[in-house]
């Protein structure tokens, strides 16, 4: 005995459906195949082009339709066999079982369903294009030379006596990193990088050896690996060549490879006063979620009032070992730039002498992922992600010259306006410490400390920017210890521009900032006008982005780290038809 195979038609099936269970009116659900198995049983295949939670409402749904007429059976997407074979005890199946599935079947076909036989799966267009970016995301890896290993570094135990400024990874491409950690006995210790086994969780030892520390810290540059892969890292302590305590164990992952085409999430902050907030709770929500990597916008130690080698190093010592910084740091591979805390307040910073600096750059790179290896100590550079970002690293305070009237130094304008040209990326994301807002002008309070008081290297940028007709141009910016979300400028060619000022990490906005929030009830238009403003806020946050260049949007989320829940979220693009 054996059994029609049933086509679904949806748009007939709406009309016998009751009112609350219409959600396939607006729904792409495509039901494709329903089998009758026995007089008790149904099956049911379909494909869905929303999230994968949406089928099984559906069939919850279609469930309490048919739920008369038999029992739905909740299969995978898998096609359906067109014949069914009775089980062993109704090889010979009851007349009254035989004339109950013929109604059934007559019933269902009054309803829209009819007849098919076996077809293939039908795969939609947006399929076909995600699985070939797939393809091309595998087929472009590359192997890292990995070996099954027995190492459980779980079962070392976790030192931070001896490693008391836990772990670092940064300056992420598609075959390295580079890794950090601070030893305070200042001796040589064992390097071990490693991922999880596809289909298990067996360890690949990637690396293995030897890093010598300067001065206690270890910046160790680990290259040959896979794109697109998450590793994992830890620095061991040995004695006999037996592991005897280890680091807080790391991760990162590796930028895509060269042609890969595929969302991105980062979390990203800025301004983490350690005194105002003894514990960083927005880094410790931040440091729970899946993201590829993460981005510090400047303002990371509060080193005001250091004047020595070793104050600094204080200073930093207790910022980094502040509950939420050592999660953070372990949990993702960090882009960062530097703001003027890192050396001191910029209403010090630029009477001090050049020694002085001197010094708080050199405190800057001991203790951040920062290259080592770039000319003149600089550390503005980019790094792309596949074709999906390119993330422009600026240093926006260590150039400047106030008296000059020099925001950046004319080599980093000319290697950022070459490079946006000719970046083949979807997204180019400047991480910008200082915001390059158009404010109003009440705001013109603080504006010798933004992009807007070094009015012609601002329009440099910009009209480079529009002329060129380079898209996608997204700015993440700090110092300011508000969170934002707003165009570049209010009207024009550059009000498609937007920027992003992520967090405060941990800080309150300064009195003057505070004064002109303090006043925006019933002044928004002149402080923060809604057709430039989508949130600006006062307050810690922690700042989630997605880049999506398949949807060519981008997603930003603001939460509250003490209540953990979302305070501003929005999908802006550059294209208005997206959003439309």
């Given at each position: 005995?054996?059994?029609?195979?049933?086509?679904?038609?949806?748009?007939?099936?709406?009309?016998?459906?009751?009112?609350?269970?219409?959600?396939?009116?607006?729904?792409?659900?495509?039901?494709?195949?329903?089998?009758?198995?026995?007089?008790?049983h149904?099956?049911?295949?379909m494909?869905?082009?929303?999230?994968?939670?949406?089928?099984?409402k559906?069939?919850?749904?279609?469930?309490?339709v048919?739920?008369?007429?038999?029992?739905?059976?909740?299969?995978?997407?898998?096609?359906?066999?067109?014949q069914?074979?009775?089980?062993?005890?109704?090889?010979?199946?009851?007349?009254?079982?035989?004339?109950?599935?013929?109604?059934?079947?007559?019933?269902?076909?009054?309803?829209?369903?009819?007849?098919?036989?076996?077809?293939e799966?039908?795969?939609?267009e947006?399929?076909?294009?995600?699985?070939?970016?797939?393809?091309?995301?595998?087929?472009?890896?590359?192997?890292?030379?990995?070996?099954?290993?027995t190492?459980?570094?779980?079962?070392?135990?976790?030192?931070?006596?001896?490693?008391?400024?836990?772990?670092?990874?940064?300056?992420?491409?598609?075959?390295?990193?580079?890794?950090?950690?601070?030893?305070?006995?200042?001796?040589p210790?064992?390097?071990?990088?490693?991922?999880?086994?596809?289909?298990?969780?067996?360890?690949?030892?990637v690396?293995?050896?030897?890093?010598?520390?300067?001065?206690?810290?270890?910046?160790e540059?680990?290259?040959g690996?896979?794109?697109g892969?998450?590793?994992?890292?830890?620095?061991?302590?040995?004695?006999?060549?037996?592991?005897?305590?280890?680091?807080?164990?790391?991760?990162?992952?590796?930028?895509?490879?060269?042609?890969?085409?595929?969302?991105?999430?980062?979390?990203?902050?800025?301004?983490?006063?350690?005194?105002?907030?003894?514990?960083?709770?927005?880094?410790?929500?931040?440091?729970?979620?899946?993201?590829?990597?993460?981005?510090?916008?400047g303002?990371?130690?509060?080193?005001?009032?250091?004047?020595?080698?070793?104050?600094?190093?204080?200073?930093?010592?207790?910022?980094?070992q502040?509950?939420?910084?050592?999660?953070?740091?372990?949990?993702?591979?960090?882009?960062?730039?530097?703001?003027?805390?890192?050396?001191?307040?910029?209403?010090?910073?630029?009477?001090?002498?050049?020694?002085?600096?001197?010094l708080?750059?050199?405190?800057?790179?001991?203790?951040?992922?920062?290259?080592?290896?770039?000319?003149?100590?600089?550390?503005?550079?980019?790094?792309?992600?596949?074709?999906?970002?390119?993330?422009?690293?600026?240093?926006?305070?260590?150039?400047?010259?106030?008296?000059?009237?020099?925001?950046?130094?004319?080599?980093?304008?000319?290697?950022?306006?070459?490079?946006?040209?000719?970046?083949?990326?979807?997204?180019?994301?400047?991480?910008?410490?200082?915001?390059?807002?158009?404010?109003?002008?009440?705001?013109?309070?603080?504006?010798?400390?933004?992009?807007?008081?070094?009015?012609?290297?601002?329009?440099?940028?910009?009209?480079?920017?529009?002329?060129?007709?380079?898209?996608?141009?997204?700015?993440l910016?700090?110092?300011?210890?508000?969170?934002?979300?707003?165009?570049?400028?209010?009207?024009?060619?550059?009000?498609?521009?937007?920027?992003?000022?992520?967090?405060?990490?941990?800080?309150?906005?300064?009195?003057?900032?505070?004064?002109?929030?303090?006043?925006?009830?019933g002044?928004?238009?002149?402080?923060?006008?809604?057709?430039?403003?989508?949130?600006?806020?006062?307050?810690?946050?922690?700042?989630?982005i997605?880049?999506?260049?398949?949807?060519?949007?981008?997603?930003?989320?603001?939460?509250?780290?003490?209540?953990?829940?979302?305070?501003?979220?929005?999908?802006?693009?550059?294209?208005?038809?997206?959003?439309?």
């Amino acid at each position: 005995m054996s059994v029609s195979v049933f086509e679904l038609n949806i748009s007939t099936l709406r009309s016998h459906m009751p009112r609350k269970t219409r959600l396939l009116q607006k729904r792409p659900y495509k039901a494709k195949c329903i089998v009758l198995i026995d007089t008790k049983h149904v099956r049911l295949s379909m494909t869905s082009t929303y999230p994968p939670n949406r089928p099984s409402k559906l069939r919850a749904r279609l469930f309490r339709v048919w739920s008369r007429l038999m029992l739905l059976r909740k299969t995978s997407s898998q096609e359906p066999d067109t014949q069914i074979t009775p089980s062993p005890s109704k090889q010979h199946w009851r007349r009254r079982d035989f004339l109950a599935i013929s109604a059934k079947a007559s019933l269902l076909w009054s309803l829209g369903l009819q007849a098919c036989g076996p077809t293939e799966p039908v795969e939609t267009e947006e399929e076909k294009q995600r699985k070939a970016r797939e393809k091309i995301c595998r087929a472009e890896t590359s192997q890292d030379n990995a070996k099954a290993s027995t190492l459980q570094p779980e079962a070392t135990k976790q030192d931070d006596t001896i490693f008391s400024f836990g772990v670092q990874s940064g300056v992420m491409t598609s075959s390295g990193a580079l890794l950090w950690t601070f030893v305070e006995d200042d001796t040589p210790k064992q390097l071990r990088v490693w991922r999880k086994a596809e289909g298990d969780d067996s360890i690949q030892l990637v690396i293995d050896r030897e890093a010598t520390p300067k001065e206690g810290f270890i910046h160790e540059t680990v290259e040959g690996l896979k794109p697109g892969q998450r590793y994992h890292f830890a620095f061991f302590a040995r004695d006999n060549n037996n592991d005897t305590a280890r680091s807080r164990i790391g991760s990162f992952y590796t930028a895509f490879a060269d042609n890969c085409l595929q969302p991105i999430t980062l979390a990203a902050t800025a301004c983490t006063y350690v005194k105002r907030y003894p514990v960083f709770k927005s880094l410790q929500w931040m440091a729970r979620q899946d993201i590829h990597l993460s981005c510090h916008l400047g303002d990371m130690s509060y080193n005001d009032g250091a004047e020595t080698k070793k104050a600094f190093h204080n200073k930093w010592k207790k910022t980094l070992q502040a509950p939420g910084y050592p999660e953070f740091l372990a949990h993702a591979g960090l882009y960062a730039t530097w703001d003027d805390h890192e050396s001191t307040d910029n209403s010090k910073l630029y009477d001090k002498p050049a020694s002085f600096r001197e010094l708080a750059r050199d405190s800057y790179f001991q203790h951040t992922v920062q290259p080592q290896n770039l000319p003149n100590k600089r550390f503005w550079s980019s790094y792309r992600w596949g074709t999906t970002a390119e993330f422009f690293v600026l240093d926006c305070r260590g150039e400047r010259q106030p008296d000059k009237n020099i925001y950046i130094s004319q080599e980093q304008m000319d290697w950022l306006k070459k490079s946006l040209k000719e970046s083949p990326c979807h997204f180019k994301i400047l991480l910008n410490s200082v915001p390059i807002i158009k404010f109003t002008p009440i705001w013109i309070v603080a504006e010798d400390d933004r992009w807007e008081g070094y009015h012609n290297q601002r329009e440099e940028l910009l009209d480079h920017i529009t002329t060129q007709k380079i898209s996608n141009v997204w700015f993440l910016g700090g110092d300011y210890h508000i969170g934002v979300v707003a165009k570049v400028e209010r009207e024009g060619p550059r009000s498609n521009l937007w920027e992003i000022l992520v967090g405060p990490g941990g800080n309150h906005p300064p009195e003057v900032l505070a004064n002109v929030l303090g006043s925006m009830e019933g002044n928004e238009e002149a402080i923060a006008p809604p057709d430039q403003f989508k949130y600006i806020a006062g307050k810690a946050a922690a700042t989630l982005i997605t880049f999506d260049p398949i949807e060519d949007t981008v997603h930003v989320k603001f939460v509250d780290p003490e209540t953990e829940k979302v305070d501003f979220e929005t999908t802006l693009s550059q294209d208005p038809k997206k959003l439309a």
